[in-house]
């Protein structure tokens, strides 16, 4: 079936189709169905039920002709069989029999030149109140003759047999690049369409648009300058990207094309556990009407949001759209970039609190996707434990890591005055533990000079282990800070540890050796082997 007769043959299922309504009107249906309810703000609040996150697991892609020799196949990309996919994708379509349905149109990537367009099915109003926030809104005169070249099939209520239909169990999400489908089962959590997009773009930009797809965050300086924010969770990328003197382009998913760098996304799905307005002011005031709340609790006896509580999830969010923050680039488009960060929070106390990075490091560290957990986060954890994820998003990326670190690569040797950055916005003067947090103060320091140039003409080190270039000074930061081993006072201590992480990162990187260059390979750390 193509396109255009999956589409009008799921219609022809629904009892009633409600096309494009408003965020108003979404949310009148969600209350009228029993969705959600109201806070205090008037945001509408939901719970996501069984699943309260994605469920890498159950994340398959189809093989066929087009996917076999071009998905990094393994655990990221499970295969999926064609013919099984178009008797489940029927399952899921009968599904819809005599249901209300919810349909939105809605596209990707706000640069015009790499806009993919996109029409969502949806079971619940709530779920296409996500999709209004999070993906981009055509206008009223382009909705006239919109025309879908992917769908997004969401059925939170079909629960696949496992032993019938070839999954691992009763929720699925997959993804056909040649039908041009992503078909969602047994799973109510929003992000699956979200990161299923996501997915879609990593494979096709890079491969036909010559496009680097990107985990990170950007924002543009008063100057017309654009900075792209690389870090897992924890290490201060919402934080870090939300600057008060640069408009933010969008925080979770960007494409850089030869001339620009833009989001793919509409809005924003953003982390609310322990939300302050003191903390994360923009969040914060974000969550209003026509913003979606994901399994939070009320207070006792009020429509006020407890943020602290975590009795459903420590995963709690917030979708809305990016309108609803202040200092944003519109459209969400800037320049190529003129600085990069990769951020970390080192438990180790090991790496730099600023470093520059040559395209070899740059390369290897963006494969390597390193932050660290602290210890103490589970029981019997009595030390930092480091964690990897290729290219800050190692489960959304359908293609080698390789591939995208070769584009970066391609990039920063034809744009020679780009500086890439590692920040380490964890631990200086010994480990979790017996260190301390670098200060928040001395970071932004450190990233504010950096965007000034006023580290282009400095002195620089080079790290022992790493090989990271150290500035001997920087503007607003103790320059006793720069180098992490005058830190510590035991420095034998500090040269074991350096080593013991450097090995950790070679171990990780064994994985991805055979499909990487020989400059990326010569960019590992210097570690001597472990007795």
Same mark, same amino acid.
């Given at each position: 079936?193509?396109?255009?007769?999956?589409?009008?043959?799921?219609? /022809?299922?629904?009892?009633?189709?409600?096309?494009?309504?408003?965020?108003?009107?979404?949310?009148k249906h969600a209350l009228e169905n029993k969705e959600g309810v109201l806070n205090d703000t008037g945001a509408l609040m939901a719970d996501t039920g069984e699943f309260t996150?994605?469920?890498?697991?159950?994340?398959?892609?189809?093989?066929?002709?087009?996917?076999?020799?071009?998905?990094?196949?393994?655990?990221?990309?499970?295969?999926?069989? &064609?013919?099984?996919?178009?008797?489940? +994708?029927?399952?899921?379509?009968?599904?819809?029999?005599?249901? !209300?349905?919810?349909?939105?149109?809605?596209?990707?990537?706000?640069?015009?030149?790499?806009?993919?367009?996109?029409?969502?099915?949806?079971?619940?109003?709530?779920?296409?109140?996500?999709?209004?926030?999070?993906?981009?809104?055509?206008?009223?005169?382009?909705? !006239?003759?919109?025309?879908?070249?992917? +769908?997004?099939?969401?059925?939170?209520?079909?629960?696949?047999?496992?032993?019938?239909?070839?999954?691992?169990?009763?929720?699925?999400?997959?993804?056909?690049?040649?039908?041009?489908?992503? *078909?969602?089962?047994?799973?109510?959590?929003?992000?699956?369409?979200?990161?299923?997009?996501?997915?879609?773009?990593?494979?096709?930009?890079?491969?036909?648009?010559?496009?680097?797809?990107?985990?990170?965050?950007?924002?543009?300086?008063?100057?017309?300058?654009?900075?792209?924010?690389?870090?897992? /969770?924890?290490?201060?990328?919402?934080?870090? &990207?939300?600057?008060?003197?640069?408009?933010?382009?969008?925080?979770?998913?960007?494409?850089?094309?030869?001339?620009?760098?833009?989001?793919?996304?509409?809005?924003?799905?953003?982390?609310?556990?322990?939300?302050?307005?003191?903390?994360?002011?923009?969040?914060?005031?974000?969550?209003?009407?026509?913003?979606?709340?994901?399994?939070?609790?009320?207070?006792?006896?009020?429509?006020?949001?407890?943020?602290?509580?975590? /009795?459903?999830?420590?995963?709690?969010?917030?979708?809305?759209?990016?309108?609803?923050?202040?200092?944003?680039?519109?459209?969400?488009?800037?320049?190529a970039p003129e600085n990069i960060f990769f951020l970390t929070a080192d438990a180790f106390g090991v790496l730099p609190p600023i470093s520059k990075l040559s395209v070899g490091?740059?390369?290897? /560290?963006?494969?390597?996707?390193?932050?660290?957990?602290?210890?103490?986060?589970?029981?019997?954890?009595?030390?930092?434990?480091?964690?990897?994820?290729?290219?800050?998003?190692?489960?959304?990326?359908?293609?080698?890591?390789? @591939?995208?670190?070769?584009?970066?690569?391609?990039?920063?040797?034809?744009?020679?005055?780009?500086?890439?950055?590692?920040?380490?916005?964890g631990w200086t003067g010994g480990a979790y533990g017996t260190g301390s947090r670098m200060k928040l103060s001395y970071t932004r320091a450190m990233i504010t000079a950096a *965007?000034?140039?006023?580290?282009?003409?400095?002195?620089?080190?080079?790290?022992?282990?790493?090989?990271?270039?150290?500035?001997? &000074?920087?503007?607003?930061?103790?320059?006793?800070?720069?180098?992490?081993?005058?830190?510590?006072?035991? @420095?034998?201590?500090?040269?074991?540890?350096?080593?013991?992480?450097?090995?950790?990162?070679? @171990?990780?990187?064994?994985?991805?050796?055979?499909?990487? &260059?020989?400059?990326?390979?010569?960019?590992?750390?210097?570690?001597?082997?472990?007795?």
């Amino acid at each position: 079936m193509t396109t255009h007769a999956i589409a009008d043959k799921l219609l /022809s299922k629904a009892s009633q189709a409600f096309t494009n309504l408003t965020p108003e009107e979404l949310v009148k249906h969600a209350l009228e169905n029993k969705e959600g309810v109201l806070n205090d703000t008037g945001a509408l609040m939901a719970d996501t039920g069984e699943f309260t996150g994605r469920s890498p697991k159950d994340k398959f892609c189809v093989v066929d002709t087009k996917t076999e020799n071009t998905v990094w196949w393994g655990e990221v990309n499970q295969k999926f069989d &064609s013919d099984k996919f178009e008797k489940l +994708l029927n399952k899921v379509i009968d599904n819809f029999e005599g249901k !209300k349905m919810y349909v939105r149109d809605a596209y990707a990537c706000a640069d015009p030149r790499y806009r993919l367009n996109l029409r969502v099915f949806n079971e619940t109003a709530y779920h296409n109140l996500f999709c209004n926030n999070l993906f981009l809104r055509p206008t009223a005169e382009e909705l !006239k003759n919109f025309e879908p070249e992917w +769908l997004i099939i969401n059925a939170p209520s079909f629960k696949a047999v496992a032993a019938e239909d070839g999954t691992r169990q009763h929720n699925f999400t997959m993804i056909d690049f040649t039908r041009k489908i992503i *078909l969602i089962g047994g799973s109510a959590y929003t992000g699956e369409m979200k990161k299923g997009i996501f997915t879609v773009l990593n494979y096709i930009l890079p491969q036909e648009r010559n496009t680097l797809s990107m985990h990170c965050s950007a924002n543009i300086g008063k100057n017309g300058d654009t900075a792209i924010f690389f870090g897992l /969770s924890g290490t201060g990328k919402t934080t870090l &990207s939300a600057d008060p003197d640069r408009k933010l382009i969008g925080d979770d998913e960007h494409g850089w094309a030869e001339d620009s760098v833009f989001n793919f996304e509409g809005g924003c799905y953003a982390k609310c556990v322990d939300l302050t307005e003191e903390k994360e002011p923009q969040i914060f005031h974000a969550i209003k009407a026509g913003a979606l709340l994901e399994n939070t609790r009320f207070f006792p006896g009020t429509t006020t949001v407890d943020y602290s509580n975590i /009795s459903v999830t420590e995963n709690t969010r917030a979708a809305y759209p990016l309108h609803h923050i202040d200092n944003i680039a519109i459209p969400s488009v800037g320049k190529a970039p003129e600085n990069i960060f990769f951020l970390t929070a080192d438990a180790f106390g090991v790496l730099p609190p600023i470093s520059k990075l040559s395209v070899g490091q740059a390369m290897y /560290s963006f494969i390597s996707g390193y932050t660290a957990k602290v210890a103490g986060t589970e029981a019997g954890v009595t030390e930092p434990q480091a964690t990897f994820s290729a290219c800050f998003g190692r489960v959304f990326l359908p293609l080698h890591p390789g @591939k995208y670190a070769e584009m970066l690569g391609e990039k920063l040797k034809a744009n020679p005055n780009i500086n890439v950055w590692l920040i380490n916005t964890g631990w200086t003067g010994g480990a979790y533990g017996t260190g301390s947090r670098m200060k928040l103060s001395y970071t932004r320091a450190m990233i504010t000079a950096a *965007l000034n140039g006023e580290l282009n003409n400095v002195a620089y080190e080079a790290h022992p282990v790493f090989g990271y270039m150290m500035p001997t &000074s920087c503007p607003n930061a103790p320059a006793e800070l720069l180098n992490p081993r005058n830190t510590w006072a035991d @420095k034998s201590a500090y040269d074991a540890q350096a080593n013991k992480l450097a090995n950790m990162f070679v @171990k990780n990187f064994e994985q991805y050796a055979a499909g990487v &260059s020989k400059e990326i390979l010569d960019a590992a750390p210097k570690a001597t082997q472990n007795a």
